[in-house]
């Protein structure tokens, strides 16, 4: 199995930009799509963005597209996600979360691996 570490959460001012890391240890990051979800206080944990195992898929919720970007190095066993163009309503715990399949899915159901979360906080 793998086992996932986020980091890089923190505060920032709307209009600032964050760049979360997910470093994966154990079996072979290559063989899992991967993606990071979302959960602000109070809500249901929500699909922000995937990527398949050798990068050639991604996908993004569209409240995020153009303004995150998902990527991945398998070389270094690190998932990313670049968040720029930030708003008060990206607040929450980001999870990243691993599926063995080259496919990715935008359902939390379908992924056997997660980190803790990252908590990202975005002032008005």
């Known amino acids: 199995q793998v086992q996932l570490v986020e980091s890089g959460g923190g505060l920032v001012q709307a209009g600032g930009s964050l760049r979360l890391s997910c470093a994966a240890s154990?079996?072979?990051?290559?063989?899992?799509?991967m993606a990071w979800f979302r959960q602000a206080s109070g809500k249901e944990r929500e699909f922000v963005a995937a990527?398949?195992?050798?990068?050639?898929?991604?996908y993004y919720e569209d409240s995020v597209k153009g303004r995150f970007t998902i990527s991945r190095d398998n070389a270094k066993n690190t998932l990313y996600l670049q968040m720029n163009s930030l708003k008060p309503e990206d607040t929450a715990v980001y999870y990243c979360?691993?599926?063995?399949?080259?496919?990715?899915?935008?359902?939390?159901?379908?992924?056997?691996?997660w980190g803790q979360g990252t908590q990202v906080t975005v002032s008005s």
């Open positions: 154990g079996r072979m990051f290559s063989g899992y799509s």
């Open positions: 979360a691993g599926r063995t399949s080259q496919f990715y899915s935008t359902r939390a159901s379908e992924y056997g691996y």
């Open positions: 990527i398949s195992w050798i990068g050639s898929s991604i």
